[in-house]
């Protein structure tokens, strides 16, 4: 299950701000900081507003109860118990979290506001600093705007079984958000029109327990989008990218992957042949989905930022062990209780894919891997004396 795929789901929530205990912000004040913000912004983006964006103030527990209704509404039930079991058995989760829980706790922790796409609103909670409204309302009505021309929801509902590609699609997304407030602030600064106050605020420290403590898988999801989008829109045109979207975190990781002409690099098309009859009767495929160079980057060593690391600009991302990733799936089949992860994945050179077996870990006994020129397999559950014949079909040409 993947906190990327969350992100745009639960409503583009920004992650900003310190919200410590302050005068509660009103309806009004919320009001006159966004109407406040809007022609800078639209300025920004060379973009206007086709409609008025409502806008309404809401508490924590409001927040709360609509991240996880519009979590479930664009995100089925079966995907949601798939992914996470699917994420266990690859050791990418620990057994005991709750993926959906951990998300929603990081988000309450992180979140000062959201713009969301079903009503076509956006909401800021009461118990933000008031001084950070502009910065919050610059980043989350430039996905209003763009979702008034680019269809927000449409786009994330065809990618809802390639989690890679809405990655890719929320670094987009996010990028393009963080680099118009980014321009905002500047701009306001340059022309004296963000005082003292508001600046500080804005660079106010934010509280990153949780943030931290989440699986780093699942931290790479919630804050690439951010970070790795603002870098992948720092070498080409927002409205460029929008016109043909990149699909996978490849993409994003390495940016001239997208961008370059002669280096372009799309995502291969990976299929499983049907594993029934090596699996036996009983077994019924539960889920299925492509994880990418970002989350295969977890089994293979690639270190995750802390928020320590986003402030220092120390941000490792990737390793040369995820590096030269072509494309891949994997299927979750199930047979009651068991459960089985069958991982097909295949690299640009038999190099490449040599590198990413070679790092694998081999200290889980339900886990075993196989090469064959450049393709890995990988079969993850208690299949048995059934495993050698799942990795053989995995890898076959």
């Known amino acids: 299950m993947r906190a990327g795929v969350f992100l745009p789901a639960l409503g583009l929530a920004a992650v900003v701000l310190a919200q410590d205990p302050k005068p509660q912000l009103t309806q009004a004040e919320a009001e006159a900081a966004v109407t406040a913000v809007l022609p800078e912004l639209q300025s920004i983006r060379g973009l206007d507003f086709k409609a008025k964006v409502p806008v309404t103030v809401i508490d924590d527990r409001q927040a709360r109860d609509y991240a996880l209704a519009r979590f479930r509404t664009m995100t089925p039930e079966a995907k949601i118990r798939a992914d996470q079991t699917a994420y266990r058995l690859l050791g990418l989760v620990p057994e005991n979290v709750d993926v959906l829980k951990t998300l929603l706790d990081v988000l309450e922790e992180q979140a000062g506001g959201f713009y969301d796409p079903g009503t076509k609103s956006f909401y800021l909670l009461d118990d933000m600093p008031k001084e950070a409204t502009a910065l ?93 989008g603002l870098a992948f829109l720092g070498r080409g045109d927002v409205d460029a990218a929008w016109a043909h979207p990149p699909r996978s975190s490849e993409q994003i990781l390495h940016p001239e992957k997208y961008w370059d002409p002669l280096l372009g690099d799309e995502p291969k098309r990976v299929a499983i042949p049907d594993p029934s009859k090596r699996l036996g009767s009983g077994w019924t495929r539960a889920g299925s989905g492509v994880l990418g160079e970002l989350t295969l980057g977890s089994l293979v060593g690639a270190a995750t930022p802390t928020a320590s690391d986003l402030a220092s600009g120390r941000v490792p991302w990737t390793n040369a062990a995820a590096s030269g990733w072509g494309g891949d799936r994997f299927e979750l089949w199930t047979n009651g209780d068991a459960a089985v992860v069958l991982l097909a994945t295949v690299w640009d050179t038999a190099k490449d894919a040599a590198e990413f077996a070679a790092a694998l870990r081999r200290d889980r006994a339900e886990f075993a891997s196989r090469r064959a020129g450049a393709k890995v397999g990988i079969v993850a559950g208690p299949v048995g004396d059934r495993r050698d014949a799942l990795l053989t079909l995995l890898v076959r040409p």
């Open 136 to 228: 919050l309302a610059a980043h989350e009505m430039t996905h209003a705007l763009e979702d008034q021309r680019y269809d927000l929801d449409g786009r994330i509902a065809k990618l809802i079984d390639d989690d890679d590609a809405s990655f890719a699609l929320s670094a987009l997304i996010e990028g393009s958000a963080t680099k118009a407030a980014a321009a905002y602030v500047a701009n306001g600064i340059a022309a004296g029109t963000l005082d003292q106050d508001q600046v500080g605020a804005m660079g106010e420290s934010v509280p990153t327990e949780r943030l931290n403590a989440m699986p780093a898988v699942m931290r790479r999801q919630l804050l690439g989008p951010y970070v790795l």
